[in-house]
């Protein structure tokens, strides 16, 4: 159950990145150092499963007046996916799960960004995620300024959208995983 469970979260947390890929602007880096995907996701209905995926690189294209982007994506390492507790990261490595042996990497890249008003926005974008690409919407707030923004996405990945093997202990684990991203610009 856990295996399922932090599979999914991690694969919704790849996707950080705002994007319109057809926009003009500044592209800036995304600091893996200082970035970080959680995730989180039930198990057995009453606690909750966590981990991490780390970010091997991403950009935003940003408007030189505003620190809402106007495109961005990612590539998350899921080799490096861990959740602190070995036995369930290497399920979630193996094949049953997110299968880092054929597909080491995961993708974001944006193809609509909303702003809510000078702090806030949506970002619609197309997530990979062990071979198969879905949609996935994250709501993000912006920090700091526009010369440093720092962003805050919460988004929520549905975990049988992404064609991995299901277990027979499938149902005592949560169908969503929520996914929580704080990313910082070089």
């Given at each position: 159950?856990r295996?399922a469970?932090?599979s999914?979260a991690?694969l919704?947390?790849?996707?950080f990145?705002?994007a319109r890929?057809?926009?003009?602007?500044?592209?800036?880096?995304i600091?893996p150092a200082?970035?970080?995907v959680?995730?989180?996701?039930?198990l057995?209905?009453v606690?909750?499963?966590t981990?991490?995926v780390?970010?091997?690189?991403?950009?935003?294209?940003?408007?030189?007046?505003s620190p809402i982007?106007?495109s961005?994506?990612a590539?998350?390492?899921?080799?490096?996916?861990?959740?602190?507790?070995r036995?369930?990261?290497?399920?979630l490595?193996?094949?049953?799960?997110f299968?880092?042996?054929?597909f080491p990497t995961?993708?974001f890249r944006?193809t609509q960004?909303?702003p809510h008003?000078?702090?806030?926005?949506?970002?619609?974008?197309?997530?990979?995620?062990?071979?198969?690409s879905?949609?996935?919407?994250?709501?993000v707030t912006?920090?700091?300024?526009?010369?440093?923004?720092?962003?805050?996405?919460?988004?929520?990945?549905?975990?049988?959208?992404?064609?991995?093997?299901v277990?027979?202990?499938?149902?005592?684990?949560?169908g969503?995983?929520?996914?929580?991203?704080?990313i910082?610009l070089?």
């Open positions: 159950m295996r469970a932090l999914f991690l919704f947390a790849l996707s990145a705002p890929a057809d926009e003009s602007g500044a592209q800036r880096a600091d200082k970035s970080t959680g995730f989180s996701i039930s057995l209905f606690q909750h499963v981990g991490t780390p970010i091997l690189s991403g950009k935003l294209t940003l408007d030189e007046d982007p106007l961005a994506s590539v998350l390492d899921a080799t490096k996916l861990t959740t602190g507790d036995d369930q990261t290497n399920a490595h193996s094949g049953d799960f299968d880092v042996a054929r995961w993708t944006s960004v909303t008003g000078p702090a806030a926005f949506g970002m619609d974008g197309v997530l990979t995620i062990h071979g198969v879905q949609p996935e919407h994250l709501d912006v920090g700091g300024d526009a010369a440093h923004p720092s962003y805050h996405a919460v988004g929520h990945v549905d975990r049988h959208a992404f064609g991995m093997s277990t027979r202990i499938d149902p005592a684990i949560g969503t995983a929520d996914v929580i991203l704080d910082a070089k």
